[in-house]
């Protein structure tokens, strides 16, 4: 199968995420061109795939502008193949039913707004950067891992994304969108 696996990043945890994808399609076997959303060719064409995974990073309620931008543009030919979406977060490691809401409407406004309707929609834990923070952010994210319980002290990066579950959401959405009818391209 060919894929598309394209992602918006700010500070890396995202593209790393991709890249984890891209090397589990390809351990199957599949074609995956892995694309930043920032980086997209003026004559991309998603139909030229079979299916798609785009993923992209919360900050502050929204996702990367060219990510947004990307699925505007091309969410009739999205929404017409199998394609999943993985919001990557922080507070997609936690369990807290606030939590969940809220990064559930924001994929839902993500969605309203671009118009593209994902086959499936995980949220996929980030990671704390906390040596690429300017002093404000840095500041702000020891406070928010300190309210979650984790100690932070010496730590220069502290990564939430459960790696085996992601190898679950990839397998299983390969399986998927290899028994899904195929789209004239």
Known sequence: MRFLVLYGTT???TRKIADFVTTKLKDRGDIVAM?????VPWDMRPQDYDAAILAGSLHAGVYQTPLIHFARKHHEALNNMPTAFLSVSLSAGRKDAEDLRGMTA????FQKDSGWKPSEVHHVAG???FAEYD???HWMMKVI???RGMKTAGVVELELTDWDALRHIVGS???RAAAAPKHAA
């Open 135 to 137: 002093f404000f952010k």
């Open 145 to 147: 891992a300190w309210e």
């Open 11 to 13: 500070e890396g945890q």
């Open 35 to 39: 694309i930043d959303a920032a980086d």
């Open 127 to 129: 990671a704390f950067r």
């Open 173 to 175: 959405f390969h399986e």
């Open 106 to 109: 924001c994929a839902d406004r």
